[in-house]
């Protein structure tokens, strides 16, 4: 069920790791010249290649973030389960549409439909297949960092140490300088330009575990049936 995700991870991976070799090798003929007190021409792509690997490191936590949850939510769907049969916070996605309607509803309104939500609630339906199929993330919209990844273990009611002081910092440095490019706030030379080759190995290997990491939470989360209420 996961295995398309993690084909695709991995390609991703590989296209990032032939980058990081080309800033290997150009890292070495800079040094080679900066000994030899010669010019090393190729400075800006060096430093533009090195500031690009944040977007590439960040599509793949995207990538492997919602791809994850939409899968989970699609199988979880599939299995002709109804609303009692499910952990509540769940409800939130399964039943989004009642509860955007509650959002937007008028003073009006408001009381009949929160009866009628709270009918829907109660009725112990079947949830309707592929029900999240187009739903967004279960987060606040914005760039995944620590706290967003934090309201998707919520919903799906996953406890987990993955979200370690650590990697919650070195998710926002991956974040902020990713965005710093998108947005034109800086150049990739420029975010390059400050960032070491040891600094940026350990970035792409703690992505790469944390990418893994977070499919096989999943992927155990679905084989332990832990989508159910006991």
């Known amino acids: 069920m996961f295995n398309y995700i993690k084909t695709e991870l991995s390609a991703k991976?590989?296209?990032?790791?032939?980058?990081?070799?080309?800033?290997?090798?150009?890292?070495?003929?800079?040094?080679?010249?900066?000994?030899?007190?010669?010019?090393?021409?190729?400075?800006?792509?060096?430093?533009?290649?090195?500031?690009l690997i944040f977007v590439s490191l960040y599509g793949s936590i995207e990538y492997t973030v919602s791809e994850a949850v939409k899968t989970s939510e699609q199988f979880i769907s599939l299995q002709r389960l109804h609303y009692n049969d499910v952990i509540p916070s769940l409800l939130t996605r399964f039943l989004y549409q009642h509860f955007d309607t509650l959002n937007n509803v008028g003073r009006k309104q408001k009381w009949q439909r929160r009866i009628a939500f709270m009918q829907k609630l109660t009725s112990n339906e079947q949830i309707t297949e592929n029900i999240c199929c187009d739903l967004e993330l279960p987060t606040d919209g914005?760039?995944?960092?620590?706290?967003?990844?934090?309201?998707?273990?919520?919903?799906?009611?996953?406890?987990?140490?993955?979200?370690?002081?650590?990697?919650?910092?070195?998710?926002?440095?991956?974040?902020?300088?990713?965005?710093?490019?998108?947005?034109g706030n800086k150049t990739a030379i420029d975010v390059g330009k400050t960032i070491f080759l040891a600094d940026l190995k350990t970035r792409i290997d703690e992505v790469n575990a944390f990418c893994t990491e977070f499919i096989s939470l999943f992927e155990e989360y679905i084989e332990k049936e832990e989508y159910k209420l006991p």
């Open 13 to 51: 991976q590989r296209e990032i790791q032939s980058i990081f070799i080309e800033i290997e090798e150009l890292s070495n003929k800079q040094n080679e010249l900066l000994i030899q007190q010669k010019f090393f021409a190729k400075e800006p792509l060096l430093n533009s290649l090195k500031g």
């Open 142 to 183: 914005q760039n995944i960092r620590k706290s967003q990844l934090e309201d998707i273990f919520k919903t799906f009611n996953i406890r987990t140490d993955l979200l370690n002081a650590q990697w919650g910092g070195r998710l926002k440095d991956i974040v902020d300088n990713r965005n710093a490019i998108a947005h």
